[in-house]
């Protein structure tokens, strides 16, 4: 690499134009409008041809009221599915699903068959229903060493079957779990639908037990669990992307100098979309709606080219399958586009991160979503346990809450004073925390009417104030109808942290409708058993609600006083999925067995250290290759410019200065860099718990002040010598 790659590559960008693409349309060439074409490739056995109208009927009795699924019905379904897919031109198929590593897998198959020596077009029941991927290249955290080393995929008719389009062919999409052959969960998603599974009981029963109507009719059947992911993510052209080797083996730049102007202006925010961004936005959202996401909202971010996308909210598991479809495609159109996207938590030093604000809430068969305060959620008891409930989820489980956030990447965002502390605490807001406060003293609450924003400008609607003001600084915030949890990293799979919500509230409701069950029989007052819940939850689990500055470190001082756990690293977090007592809420829910949470520290641990070696070894190999012969280069021109300046009789004074400096840099960089090769050929290929401990401790802090030296180099090194793309490149031309 060298400079003359990087101003080409700059010089690339400046020709480069907008990317048109086409908007689907009709056979005329007239614009659809997107109603039109939403969900064109997602598989609807309502519309199939094949299926008779009692199949529909059976076929969504299986999927909502899990009756069993005959083997008739799946031959009948894989035929439809197939008959759709191939009238759309697709010729493969794939179970898709994810593993723990995080990402999404698939293994794909043709629907070429031969029958009697003809050749045709085949898809089973089986091959619907169940796959056996070469499982021996995923994680497995050590089950294969005392079960067995196959691994099973299996359809999961809750997750719609989609097409996946490429310009040069389409692949059907079959949402599957991944279990071991004695059903040991291998990936995200099931464990994700046992939690899924266990709220929608605890839930349904709290509110029939709650529920002041005594008619049947006012039942309520089931409760869904709904979720809805803002994504974040930086976008640069790809020319520089490949400039930097840190982004490309580990998606994040390891150094880089500060620009005069990094977000301080926070103009960037909500700005105008630059057009080919705008053009790469709208061409993500038209495959998105192809494949029924409802991408929604889209936007600037804080930070200098960073963007976000907001889907419309779905049930959880569908929503968490999404996600997936979202960053991949995200990245896939960003390629088209010349840009590469980034979805790590922090690409940049120094300049916001990313996240995933994992909105979340519960919602009940009759419409009622129970986060939903009402005018008048000083009266709204069950709404208020509700509340109280989630308080004592996180009081209870906060550590765990933290573990499932946990990586590497959101390593730099957590207490980095710009996403939420590593400390896991709950914001409510003003009024709400009032209200709980004044029934967990045993005072009546009276509203102080506060409630309209004065804007002193007739003109304008009366706003009525949000109670629930934006507090960004909350890891878990209470924002009018959903809580958010805004721990989550950009690029995790929201399906730990979700499985793990989600047993965590079922477990406070499930000791909360033992109790309802006991105290409705001496009472039969539900409001008064209601208040009383609150009251005392409320009390027992305050220590965690936080509606203050979660940044500073008036904070981190207070929560240490109040007993909140602190967990800043992945390595101190991880540590709890080993803690048995800490994780009994999940084995006992069946949420995991105690095999498969090993599974997941072995896992987890592993991938933390994998990442991190490798970001060593890239920094020890640029500073090898690019940085030290730019900086000798750099010092043979000084050095020879003294030596003019003192032949023509000029005192070389200021020369002089910028030459010891950068000998003093050099030399700091390669004691360091040595260093951290000795950490590296000692303990580069492990992957146990020490390592990651001492990465944290020693490694991580080393390479960070490596990164300090290589920043002042690069600032006193003239441009076109530096041999890498600058944040300035990266982040400010579009
Ligand atoms: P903001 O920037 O104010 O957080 P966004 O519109 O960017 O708002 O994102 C809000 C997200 O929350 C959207 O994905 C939205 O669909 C989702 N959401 C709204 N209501 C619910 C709910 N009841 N359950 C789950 N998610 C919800
Ligand atoms: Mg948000």
Redesign the pocket.
């Known amino acids: 690499m060298s400079s003359d790659v990087r101003s080409n590559a700059k010089l690339e960008l400046f020709k480069r134009n907008t990317r048109v693409f086409n908007v689907p349309t009709n056979v005329n060439g007239t614009p659809l409008k997107v109603s039109e074409y939403y969900g064109i490739n997602v598989f609807d056995f309502n519309k199939s041809d094949i299926l008779t109208k009692s199949d529909k009927k059976n076929i969504s009795d299986v999927i909502n009221k899990r009756t069993e699924l005959t083997k008739e019905l799946a031959e009948k379904y894989a035929n439809s599915v197939l008959n759709w897919a191939t009238s759309r031109g697709v010729t493969h198929f794939t179970h898709w699903f994810q593993p723990m590593t995080g990402a999404t897998a698939e293994k794909h198959d043709a629907f070429l068959s031969f029958e009697a020596g003809e050749p045709i077009e085949k898809l089973s029941a089986s091959q619907l229903i169940q796959g056996e991927p070469d499982a021996s290249s995923f994680p497995n955290g050590g089950a294969r060493s005392t079960f067995e080393a196959r691994g099973y995929t299996s359809w999961d008719l809750s997750s719609p079957i989609f097409i996946r389009e490429n310009e040069n062919g389409s692949t059907l999409c079959i949402p599957t779990a991944f279990v071991s052959y004695f059903g040991d969960a291998l990936d995200i998603k099931t464990p994700l639908l046992r939690s899924i599974t266990q709220l929608n009981k605890a839930a349904t029963k709290f509110l029939n037990l709650t529920n002041n109507s005594k008619r049947s009719a006012d039942e309520i059947e089931y409760v869904d669990v709904?979720?809805?992911?803002?994504q974040e993510y930086f976008l640069i052209d790809k020319g520089l992307f490949y400039e930097r080797p840190d982004l490309v083996m580990g998606g994040r730049t390891l150094f880089g100098a500060s620009t005069s102007r990094n977000q301080q202006l926070d103009d960037h925010y909500f700005g105008l979309v630059p057009d080919r961004v705008m053009a790469y936005m709208q061409e993500v959202e038209v495959e998105l709606y192809k494949v029924g996401v409802p991408a929604?909202?889209r936007h600037n971010e804080v930070a200098p080219g960073q963007f976000?996308l907001?889907?419309?909210?779905g049930k959880a598991n569908v929503a968490a399958d999404q996600n997936q479809v979202i960053m991949a495609t995200l990245q896939s159109v960003a390629l088209k586009h010349g840009f590469v996207c980034l979805l790590h938590e922090k690409p940049f030093a120094g300049i916001n991160g990313s996240g995933k604000?994992l909105?979340?809430?519960m919602?009940a068969s009759n419409g009622l979503?129970l986060?939903e305060p009402t005018k008048t959620p000083q009266t709204n008891y069950r709404f208020l346990a509700v509340i109280a409930m989630i308080c004592e989820a996180v009081n209870r489980h906060g550590a765990s809450l933290r573990t499932a956030i946990a990586s590497h990447g959101n390593d730099h965002r957590l207490g980095a004073n710009e996403a939420p502390p590593s400390i896991i605490s709950i914001f409510l807001g003003d009024t709400l925390t009032k209200i709980l406060e004044a029934y967990a003293d045993g005072k009546e609450y009276t509203d102080d009417n506060e409630g309209f924003l004065d804007l002193r400008a007739d003109q304008v609607a009366r706003l009525v104030k949000d109670n629930t003001d934006?507090n960004r600084t909350s890891p878990f915030a209470f924002?009018g109808?959903?809580f958010?949890f805004r721990a989550v990293g950009s690029s995790a799979n929201v399906g730990i942290p979700m499985t793990i919500l989600n047993a965590a509230v079922t477990d406070v409701m499930n000791d909360i409708n033992e109790r309802l069950e006991k105290d409705l029989e001496s009472n039969s007052n539900i409001d008064e058993v209601l208040l009383q819940i609150v009251k005392d939850l409320y009390n027992n689990s305050k220590k965690v609600v936080f509606n203050g500055d979660g940044y500073g470190q008036e904070w981190v001082d207070e929560a240490a006083k109040r007993g909140l756990p602190n967990l800043r690293t992945s390595a101190d977090a991880l540590k709890v999925i080993q803690d048995a007592p800490a994780n009994t809420f999940l084995t006992k829910l069946g949420i995991y067995s105690p095999a498969e949470l090993e599974m997941r520290f072995n896992v987890r641990v592993e991938r933390y250290c994998m990442h991190r070696s490798i970001e060593f070894s890239t920094l020890v190999n640029i500073i090898n290759k690019d940085i030290i012969p730019c900086v000798i280069e750099h010092k043979n021109k000084v050095a020879n410019a003294i030596n003019s300046q003192k032949s023509a009789g000029v005192d070389p004074k200021s020369d002089i200065s910028v030459l010891s400096k950068t000998n003093d840099l050099l030399n700091t960089l390669v004691t360091d860099k040595e260093k951290l090769e000795e950490y590296l050929d000692k303990h580069g290929s492990s992957h146990d718990i020490a390592y990651a401990e001492l990465i944290a401790a020693e490694i991580l802090p080393l390479s960070e002040k490596i990164a300090d030296t290589l920043a002042d180099l690069e600032s006193c090194i003239s441009d076109d010598m530096w041999p890498l793309p600058t944040y300035y490149d990266m982040l400010f031309i579009k």
């Open positions: 709904t979720a809805g992911c803002e929604k909202t976000e907001a889907p419309i909210f604000h909105n979340w809430s919602s979503n986060l934006r924002t109808n959903k958010e």
